[in-house]
């Protein structure tokens, strides 16, 4: 299926790509998406056109590559990025501001349309108070959730402009990624192999549960929950293992999978049919992991390129299936990997997964969109 | 051995003055800096400060390889402009094509077919082989022509005149790259042979010289095309350019707008359409080739010397082309443009079965002929000129001189080393050719803010250099945020640069510790197995924690696991916490054990064994006894050993408190052990 995905030098590395959302009764196929970029002297925030569909244009040409509607600069790294809903997204920098930009659809410009300065700091030893690298942001309109290398949880709300709540201090290390578990409780990894739980309407500032690595504390850099089953949770570390954890029981994964030779940047269960899931990683490769038993089960829109039935919550299907990422040995004969780009050498730092559609973004300053993920 | 260039080329180095001041240099792996001394020229004067002809004083640049220093930009750092007495510092860089925001495609893209390169497999079989590294040739070139039509679309789209002349440029050299190379892999990489060396040739001009398809629409579009002012201009072209078919087609519009033409032009098209060509195949050999075509040109012949095109001028000089007539050719000039355009027409029409070695004879006088004495050639001619002399180094050191980038010879000699062209060949610094290139392309990437990383892969491929190269670069890569660091470290740990990984994970430590992040400081040390610094942070936990009387950062030592083992006070830290964990979960006994094994095990620091022994009074006034009548002893002894080898033994007892401690724990340590004797006794007793 390497055929069906088109690429593009952009002259800037890629920290983040994001599918936007599509409207709750779409049925058409994501068709723009969101890239930061980082270490460029000039990282920007940019919207694109995924192009068409491999159909045929008005004079019989073919749109297959991506192509840019309009970007923004922004100050700093893009550490992480998440849209708030169809026209906002929410961009995290290594300077420690968190950025809300607009993108105006009818003359295809972006703007600022709020920003915390400074929303994760250091207090420097010497009184100054410096920026810390925001590391990650998760949004459930209108709340958003972000972390940072302070080891801070700030929850803000997109029409105030104070944070909501902030737990200084929250972690002692690192905090690598964050995710919702459920409205109130939210999912962080950080530097020392630990994923925690936090419930928000709690006023006590630590976690409800810690779950941590066996053995040498990996830092864990990336987590993703399952969209229909809450209490499986995927996490990928330094040493490029993809873990599975049942925060039902137990404070250890359930199973440890070899996966990427460095640090996986990204996990993702596919939003409307999570037997499937991905991972990029600094190894340069990107993985699909694939739990549906039989190809004929497959739901039908896989087939068609996202016609007719697609993002219909296939949630039966999935209840059966579901316990192949919490069976022992999921490698032995339930799963199905692959590696989607076999000759990369630089890093894939992100991956975003809608319908039928993939995209990710490299440090060799490219773009890939696959439109037809299930070919 | 390649012998020093006698006479290095110049560098101007725009705003350095070396006729007023004297400069001194400072060599760096990708930049030097050329800085303005105190010391005034001996001789000089004021008044020749801003002199611009070269004067014999001006300090030359030499590039190790003399061919490199042509490439160099400068820009200024530091004051200057009004300031005439303060020095300036300038940062002479030697790639400036790099920082061209277009061509960081280019670098991207051929990085990956790069990378194809090196893994590609040496050991298939020579025509696979060859067909491999035709196609990876090929794959190049693509890349080059990519970036030139973004790039041509960046100078039509642009209104800014300055920025539209900056690309403007671009195309060109990225235009001349492409011609370069492409006539390269027909002569050196696919080392094409008599016969098919010819059709290469003349699918190389078609591609690169004046562009005729929009002068044969206007034609065709016209009227009565034959009636328009560039017919025979655009006929002669397809002639010269050997595209019979196009021209016999454009011919035939002339036959019936011109009846009375019509004997003479079936005549010409039957020539043009029975030329023989030499065929890719394997279908005729070149003896036959020669007949049949020494059967052809004595036709033509013929038909010239009956005055058959006598009328019509212009199909009499269509005739002596078709003959190989110099003059009837070179008569077309205007329409070839260029020197190697004649020669392959030449060649087409007079030696169309030519060998490689033979080229360099019609090359150099095509280009005599051509220029007629007129202009004398440009440095793009002599590149070509070296090409088809086989003069592979050569072609490669004129590129070096005067294309301002090394992304084109460090990978067209890499290139041209897998196909085993340059194997006996080393420079008088060391390394071979292609090594010094890479590492001059890859220092360059290296100076970039963000192609840093594609550099690390040039280096890998630099078997004697690369490795220190890569040592020395990546040391200067600014660590901004953990995620950077982590991926400079990865890069290190890969390649077991175990000096690089301590140095990252130190600085990285420190960062952490500056900003009170404790946690993090830990575990960077710890990424790094650095137990000095693991060392230092638990200090830094300890001393917290006697001044706050609680500990900071719970969530890690409680999970330390197995890098607790790293240094001994990291794990004393550890077990520490564990004591105040048993303590306050009222596993008293437990509690106790543990902390006289952290005195008598001398895992604690003896600076902290006060701290432990007033920890130990709470579990000594406890209702029930704790400590065994042994355990007792042991404490007592801790204290004498601690009181007694304590150097500060003069302001040891000169404090107040502090005597008042140790006297209080000989109380307590006394009446425990009153109490546990009266305890043991009991028991065994009963």
């Not at chain 1, 600094?282 to 993002?311: C, I, M």
């Not at chain 2, 196609?135 to 990519?146: E, G, H, M």
């Not at chain 2, 290296?446 to 040592?471: I, K, T």
């Not at chain 2, 830290?573 to 106790?592: D, I, N, P, S």
Request: glycine share 6%.
């Amino acid at each position: 299926a390497m055929e069906d995905v088109s690429a593009k030098f952009v002259s800037q590395k890629i920290s983040r790509t994001r599918w936007r959302p599509l409207p709750a009764a779409a049925l058409q196929p994501p068709d723009l998406f969101a890239t930061g970029s980082w270490d460029n002297e000039d990282n920007r925030v940019s919207i694109w056109s995924a192009g068409d569909l491999g159909n045929a244009g008005l004079n019989g040409e073919y749109h297959g590559e991506p192509h840019l509607l309009c970007d923004i600069q922004h100050n700093g790294d893009v550490m992480d990025m998440q849209f708030l809903d169809q026209e906002r997204i929410v961009v995290a920098s290594s300077t420690g501001t968190v950025t809300v930009f607009r993108h105006h659809q009818n003359n295809q410009t972006l703007s600022a349309n709020h920003r915390w300065e400074k929303a994760h700091y250091h207090v420097d030893q010497d009184t100054s108070c410096g920026g810390a690298a925001c590391t990650g942001v998760v949004c459930n309109n209108p709340e958003i959730v972000t972390v940072g290398e302070d080891g801070r949880i700030n929850l803000f709300r997109a029409d105030q402009k104070d944070a909501v709540r902030t737990i200084d201090n929250a972690d002692s290390s690192t905090l690598h990624a964050v995710t919702f578990l459920r409205t109130t409780e939210i999912l962080t990894v950080n530097s020392i192999g630990q994923l925690k739980i936090w419930d928000l309407r709690h006023q006590r500032n630590e976690p409800s549960q810690i779950f941590s690595l066996a053995g040498d504390r990996v830092p864990l850099h990336c987590v993703d929950r399952h969209p229909n089953q809450q209490h499986i949770v995927a996490t990928g570390g330094q040493d490029g293992m993809l873990s599975i954890w049942d925060i039902r029981q137990g404070t250890m994964p359930v199973s440890l999978l070899n996966a990427h030779e460095a640090e996986m940047w990204e996990v993702h269960f596919h939003p409307s049919d999570p037997d499937h899931l991905f991972t990029c990683s600094e190894d340069g490769s990107l993985w699909h992991w694939d739990t549906s038993t039989n190809v004929s089960e497959k739901p039908s829109f896989l087939h068609q390129g996202g016609r007719s039935t697609a993002y219909l919550s296939h949630s039966t299907i999935n209840q059966s299936v579901v316990s192949a990422w919490l069976s022992n040995d999921p490698t032995k004969d339930r799963m199905e990997i692959t590696n989607l780009i076999p000759n990369q050498t630089l890093s894939v730092n992100s991956l975003d997964v809608l319908g039928p559609c993939l995209v990710y973004g490299t440090d060799a300053e490219a773009i890939y969109v696959n439109r037809q993920l299930f070919a | 051995m390649d012998e020093p260039d006698t006479e290095p080329p110049l560098v101007v180095v725009p705003g350095a003055d070396p006729s007023a001041r004297q400069l001194c240099f400072a060599w760096g792996p990708a930049e030097v800096l050329v800085c303005e001394t105190l010391f005034g020229r001996a001789g000089g004067s004021r008044c020749r400060r801003r002199s611009r002809s070269p004067s014999p004083s001006r300090p030359r640049a030499e590039g190790r390889a003399g061919a490199a220093a042509r490439a160099l930009t400068g820009s200024v750092a530091g004051t200057g402009e009004g300031a005439p007495s303060s020095s300036r510092v300038f940062v002479v860089r030697r790639d400036q094509d790099i920082y061209i925001q277009t061509l960081r495609k280019l670098f991207n893209e051929s990085h990956g077919i790069f990378m194809g390169l090196q893994r590609s497999d040496e050991e298939l079989a020579g025509k696979s082989r060859k067909a491999q590294l035709v196609q990876v040739s090929k794959n190049y070139r693509s890349v080059i022509r990519a970036c030139m039509e973004d790039m041509h679309q960046a100078a039509v789209s642009t209104r800014d005149p300055a920025l539209q002349g900056q690309y403007s440029t671009q195309v060109s050299i990225l235009s001349a790259m492409e011609l370069i190379w492409n006539l390269c892999e027909i002569l050196f990489i696919e080392a094409a042979a008599a016969g098919p060396l010819l059709l290469r040739l003349l699918d190389w001009v078609r591609l690169h010289v004046c562009d005729v398809d929009s002068m044969v629409r206007e034609v065709l579009s016209s009227e009565s095309p034959s009636k328009h002012k560039l017919f025979w201009n655009v006929v002669d072209i397809f002639v010269l350019q050997g595209r019979m078919d196009e021209a016999r087609h454009l011919l035939s519009k002339e036959a019936s707008a011109n009846p009375t033409s019509m004997t003479m032009y079936k005549i010409l098209d039957d020539l043009m359409k029975k030329m023989p060509v030499p065929s890719l195949g394997n279908t005729q050999t070149l003896t036959e080739l020669e007949l049949k075509w020494q059967h052809w040109h004595e036709e033509c012949q013929r038909y010239l010397q009956d005055g058959t095109f006598a009328s019509n001028p212009h199909m009499e000089s269509i005739c002596k082309i078709l003959l190989g007539d110099e003059d009837a050719i070179l008569e077309k000039r205007e329409l070839m443009t260029t020197w190697y355009h004649f020669l392959v027409t030449r060649l087409l029409y007079s030696h169309p079965t030519v060998k490689p070695m033979e080229l360099r004879f019609y090359a150099q006088s095509s280009m005599d002929l051509f220029l007629g004495g007129e202009s004398s050639p440009e440095p793009l001619d002599m590149i070509l000129m070296a090409a088809f002399e086989f003069e592979i180094h050569q072609v490669i050191k004129e590129c070096s001189i005067v294309l301002s980038n090394w992304w084109f010879v460090a990978h067209l000699t890499d290139l041209l080393d897998h196909c085993k062209l340059l194997q006996s060949h080393n420079l008088y610094f060391g390394s071979n050719m292609r090594e010094f290139l890479l590492l001059e392309y890859a220092s360059g990437l290296f100076s970039h803010h963000s192609l840093w990383q594609l550099g690390v892969d040039y280096f890998d491929h630099c078997p004697e250099y690369g490795r220190v190269y890569l040592e020395l670069h990546i040391e200067r890569i600014p660590l901004s945020t953990e995620q950077k660091a982590l991926k400079v470290l990865r890069i290190c740990e890969q390649r077991q640069m175990h000096e690089q990984v301590r140095s990252i994970c130190k600085i990285m430590a420190m960062k952490a510790l500056r900003n009170n992040r404790l946690g993090s400081a830990l575990s960077w040390s710890i990424r790094a197995k650095d137990a000095a610094f693991a060392t230092l942070i638990s200090d830094r936990f300890l001393k917290d924690y006697c001044e706050r009387g609680c500990f900071s950062d719970l969530d890690l030592i409680d999970n330390l696991g197995p890098s607790m083992l790293l240094s001994d006070r990291l794990t004393f830290l550890g077990k520490y916490r564990e004591f105040h964990r048993l303590y306050g979960e009222q596993r008293f006994v437990e509690a106790a054990r543990l902390l006289l094994t952290l005195m008598t095990a001398h895992i604690a620091p003896c600076s902290f064994w006060m701290t432990l022994l007033t920890d130990a009074l709470p579990l000594l006034e406890q209702k029930e006894v704790i400590f065994s009548a042994e355990q007792t002893y042991e404490l007592m002894r801790c204290l004498e050993d601690l009181t007694a080898g304590n150097p500060d033994k003069q302001k040891f007892q000169d404090d107040d408190v502090e005597t008042t401690k140790v006297e209080m724990l000989r109380l307590a340590l006394a009446r425990n052990l009153a109490r546990v004797i009266v305890k043991e006794g009991t028991v065994e007793g009963s």
